[in-house]
């Protein structure tokens, strides 16, 4: 059964990826955004805001890089969702492959499409002075968190493809997602917010993910943040798996 299972995930993974190289604007599209917003904080902001010794690109990197990743998953709900529409997950159930299959290949290729984005927002940054003394297992652990959260966010993805009864729906949801950065750490200090604001910003799930990846980055010391951030993106990812799950058992009922 398990091996049922990966040769058709695999095959159908296959199909999804061929239908991203033969759009690869879509990946540009997705990294476009952050990398202009990264422009725009860097020469244009950056300067008005004090992060200490640290350079700004350094500081505000880690909340770029979510906003790539809040973005390219909206995309994952729009080819889920125009599957959907042209009856191709009904013409798979009259098949001889695993059920669940098809969602895990449009998780799998948003989890390579939001790396290629990562990569070309990293390149850029590297470009306007980003710099990083950190080893190859803090870079590996800042993969992982990234990996983590692209798969919480892209299971949140099916679950609005499901749901969603237009294209513009199937992707609205990343809005909320692209703008919790805004209210986190991730381009300011917390502690130059307002009262409520703060509160909100150091005890949502962002501030956790952005800081442990800032801290690894920098050779600071992770403390509690990197376990925050793992709690967030586990227990995202597991609730987000459970009711897209349950979506998609409905939707093809």
């Known amino acids: ?4 299972f ?29 990398v202009a917003l990264m422009l725009l904080f860097v020469y244009v902001f950056g ?13 505000m990197l880690p909340g770029i890089m979510l906003i790539a990743i809040a973005t390219g998953v909206s ?18 159930q009259s098949m001889p492959i695993a059920r669940s299959g098809a969602l895990w290949a449009h998780v799998l290729t948003s989890m390579i499409a939001n790396l290629t984005s990562l990569v070309i927002v990293v390149a850029v940054a590297v470009l306007v002075g980003f710099r990083s003394g950190a080893g190859v297992l803090a870079w590996l652990a800042v993969i992982g968190i990234l990996a983590l959260f692209t798969l919480a966010l892209t299971w949140i993805a099916v679950i609005a493809g499901l749901s969603a009864k237009s294209v513009d729906g199937a992707g609205a949801f990343s809005y909320l997602l692209v703008f919790l950065p805004f209210i986190s750490s991730a381009f300011v200090p917390t502690e130059s917010m307002p009262g409520p604001v703060r509160a909100f910003a150091e005890y949502q799930p962002v501030t956790s993910i952005v800081d442990a990846i800032r801290d690894l980055l920098t050779q600071q010391p992770v403390g509690a943040h990197i376990w925050g951030a793992l709690a967030w993106c586990l227990g995202l990812a597991v609730v987000a798996y459970a009711f897209a799950m349950l979506a998609y058992r409905r939707r093809i009922a």
């Open 47 to 59: 300067g008005a805001i004090d992060t200490g010794s640290e350079a700004y690109v350094d500081y």
């Open 75 to 92: 995309y994952t709900a729009v080819r889920l969702f125009m599957d959907m529409q042209s009856g191709i997950f009904e013409r798979f």
């Open 6 to 34: 990966v040769g058709d995930t695999a095959v159908l993974t296959g199909r999804s990826l061929r239908h991203i190289t033969r759009s690869l604007d879509t990946i540009l599209t997705t990294a476009i955004m952050p």
């Open 1 to 4: 059964m398990a091996t049922h």
